[in-house]
């Protein structure tokens, strides 16, 4: 298996990279982060990654994955939010492969925390089914059974009780309405219920910034399932993204 993988993570605001140590899940050496190019179209993001591998020399041998703030099936976005709507059914193997010479592996940015999570962080050593719930402006899923990725879950988008789940129960929401912890746990007691009740998971891991916080809204949870707060934060699409696109290299070879 390779030692060292590239991450990239694009996000709306900014494009970050960083080689990854496989053994430890840290940084080999620097982050670096380039500003999201306005409009944020394929070329432009894929010329922004050209330059991130450029300046942290990223060997032709190196795996490099790249997370995307949006779904990626067999290799195309199918639609996307945070970025040029010119994405939509955009196949990121070919551009890349055209913009940067080499082949790379896409996922969604949600997938790659979860994977980077069961890899080196809160559910390392976990048997079974994990969940990932990334809180945000929305709720990003991941679902990884005994460390093998479902890809391309949308659980924030779950119809409760008439609702868009993420319209109610995301950090989000709770900002935006200015909810007490205590009134914010409700809405995440009838989310993450509804969520064991159809998958029986083993554990739940919630990321996100709010994550940082577990301590005041963790405790008001009723759940059968165990649920900790994640642990790699802003480093997880970096580091999933790395880690997966060396699974995938490992998978190729053998």
């Given at each position: 298996?390779?030692?060292?993988?590239?991450?990239?993570?694009?996000?709306?605001?900014?494009?970050?990279?960083a080689?990854?140590?496989?053994?430890?899940?840290?940084?080999?050496?620097?982050?670096?982060?380039?500003e999201?190019?306005?409009?944020?179209?394929?070329?432009?993001?894929?010329?922004?990654?050209?330059q991130?591998?450029e300046?942290?020399?990223?060997?032709?041998?190196?795996?490099?994955?790249?997370?995307?703030?949006?779904?990626?099936?067999?290799?195309?976005?199918p639609?996307?939010a945070?970025?040029?709507?010119s994405?939509?059914?955009?196949?990121?193997?070919?551009?890349?492969?055209?913009?940067?010479?080499?082949?790379?592996?896409?996922?969604?940015?949600?997938?790659a925390?979860?994977?980077a999570?069961?890899?080196?962080?809160?559910?390392?050593?976990v048997?079974?089914?994990?969940?990932?719930?990334?809180?945000?402006?929305?709720?990003?899923?991941?679902?990884i059974?005994?460390g093998?990725?479902?890809?391309?879950?949308?659980?924030?988008h779950?119809?409760?009780d008439?609702?868009?789940?993420?319209?109610?129960?995301?950090?989000?929401?709770k900002?935006?309405?200015?909810?007490s912890?205590?009134?914010?746990?409700k809405?995440?007691?009838r989310?993450?219920?509804?969520v064991?009740?159809?998958?029986?998971p083993?554990?739940?891991?919630?990321?996100g910034?709010?994550?940082k916080n577990?301590?005041?809204f963790?405790p008001?949870?009723?759940?059968?399932t165990?649920?900790?707060?994640?642990k790699?934060?802003?480093?997880a699409?970096?580091?999933?993204?790395?880690s997966?696109?060396?699974?995938?290299a490992d998978?190729?070879?053998?």
């Amino acid at each position: 298996m390779a030692q060292v993988a590239c991450g990239i993570d694009i996000g709306g605001s900014g494009v970050k990279s960083a080689l990854v140590d496989l053994e430890t899940g840290e940084f080999v050496g620097e982050r670096i982060r380039i500003e999201t190019p306005k409009p944020a179209t394929p070329d432009a993001v894929a010329e922004v990654c050209r330059q991130l591998l450029e300046r942290l020399e990223v060997g032709p041998e190196t795996p490099v994955g790249i997370a995307f703030p949006a779904p990626v099936i067999h290799g195309v976005v199918p639609f996307i939010a945070n970025l040029d709507p010119s994405w939509a059914g955009i196949n990121v193997n070919e551009l890349m492969e055209r913009h940067l010479g080499r082949r790379v592996v896409p996922l969604n940015d949600a997938d790659a925390a979860g994977i980077a999570e069961v890899a080196y962080g809160a559910a390392k050593g976990v048997d079974g089914l994990v969940i990932l719930t990334t809180q945000g402006t929305g709720i990003g899923s991941a679902v990884i059974m005994n460390g093998v990725l479902v890809p391309n879950t949308e659980l924030g988008h779950l119809e409760i009780d008439g609702y868009d789940a993420e319209k109610r129960a995301s950090s989000g929401q709770k900002t935006l309405q200015d909810l007490s912890w205590k009134k914010w746990a409700k809405r995440l007691q009838r989310y993450y219920s509804h969520v064991e009740m159809l998958f029986s998971p083993d554990l739940f891991v919630v990321g996100g910034g709010v994550s940082k916080n577990h301590e005041k809204f963790m405790p008001l949870l009723d759940l059968k399932t165990p649920m900790v707060p994640a642990k790699l934060f802003n480093t997880a699409g970096i580091v999933g993204a790395a880690s997966f696109a060396a699974q995938q290299a490992d998978s190729a070879e053998g």
